[in-house]
């Protein structure tokens, strides 16, 4: 069997074209959507991250707003800026991109941010409604692979999950989603026994480990639905300075039923995401003057 392809660049495009749509809707009334970004320090991975986000908001007609620090600025300026952010009606959505350096307790600066305009979904009020099964502004990736799994009418009802890594900005949101929608969820970890006896009974494996080629063909059940999270750049090899996902596509698409590529599967359905929260930000902000 070679699996089918999950394409999240085309998913993305047809999302994002009604996002755009809904945007624009808004500007009509007068609300321009925007979201604010700040970046902090010098991390390379982090400028890509926010250079795509900005050029995303621009392509469906929503503001964005950059504010650069450099790594050693006062924490207090960072808490100041977003405390502004928070009082600015013109802004629907904040984010502080991670990972920030040393100084900064992230968790405080996440907590910082008005649950109304966390639009990465990452305050532990949105977290706890989430976990509640309330509406709130849910986590952009793992809110992405539910749009993936739904539009490839995979059915979750029933069906054995396992999600490999259990952050709480990708693992455990992950399956508090497949719970949500009647999975039977297993989490693994670095402290899992065996890895593998888990995953090859799994309907759906979603792998978000940070190692690269980590899930193998091997440990898949023939069929199963392969979500690969990972973004991981090759350091040596032939390779060297490609991106790669968490699944060994390779040897994964052999047995699979349906795959997700990297490039091009989950990391342009988390921008999508993004974009989405920043709208429904936007429209609730409307709808309350
Ligand atoms: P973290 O490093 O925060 O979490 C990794 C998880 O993997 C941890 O829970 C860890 O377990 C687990 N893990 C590590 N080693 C093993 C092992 N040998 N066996 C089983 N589990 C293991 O990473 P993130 O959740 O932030 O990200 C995961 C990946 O997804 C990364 O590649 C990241 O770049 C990517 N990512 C992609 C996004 C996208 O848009 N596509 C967005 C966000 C992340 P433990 O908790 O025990 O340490």
């Not at 660049?9 to 749509?21: G, H, K, M, Y």
């Not at 009802?157 to 039977?184: C, D, F, W």
């Amino acid at each position: 069997m070679t699996a089918s392809i999950l394409d999240g660049n085309a998913l993305a495009a047809t999302v994002r074209a009604e996002i755009a749509q809904g945007a624009s809707a808004l500007i009509a009334q007068g609300v321009t959507p925007c979201l604010a970004v700040l970046l902090v320090g010098d991390n390379p991975a982090s400028a890509v991250y926010v250079r795509n986000k900005v050029a995303a908001c621009e392509k469906a007609g929503v503001r964005s707003l950059k504010f650069e620090y450099a790594s050693d600025v006062a924490a207090e300026t960072v808490f100041d800026k977003i405390a502004e952010l928070n009082a600015d009606p013109s802004v629907h959505g904040i984010l502080v991109q991670l990972p920030l350096p040393k100084h900064f307790d992230e968790n405080k600066v996440l907590e910082a941010i008005s649950p109304a305009k966390d639009v990465d979904g990452f305050h532990a009020e949105n977290f706890g409604l989430l976990l509640q099964g309330r509406k709130s502004f849910y986590p952009c990736t793992p809110w992405g692979v539910m749009k993936m799994l739904e539009s490839a009418n995979v059915p979750l009802k029933g069906a054995e999950a396992v999600v490999i890594g259990r952050s709480n900005i990708v693992g455990k949101p992950m399956a508090v989603m497949l719970l949500s929608q009647g999975a039977t969820v297993t989490v693994c970890h670095s402290q899992t026994k065996d890895l593998a006896f888990h995953t090859r009974r799994a309907d759906i494996v979603v792998a978000a480990v940070g190692k690269p080629k980590f899930l193998t063909g091997d440990m898949i059940k023939p069929g199963a639905v392969v979500i690969d999270v990972g973004i991981n750049r090759l350091q040596d090899g032939p390779d060297a300075g490609k991106l790669c996902g968490d699944v060994d596509f390779d040897s994964a698409k052999e047995v699979a039923s349906l795959i997700t590529p990297v490039p091009g599967g989950v990391g342009p359905m988390t921008i999508t995401m993004l974009l989405a929260n920043t709208l429904e930000s936007a429209r609730r902000a409307a709808a309350s003057r």
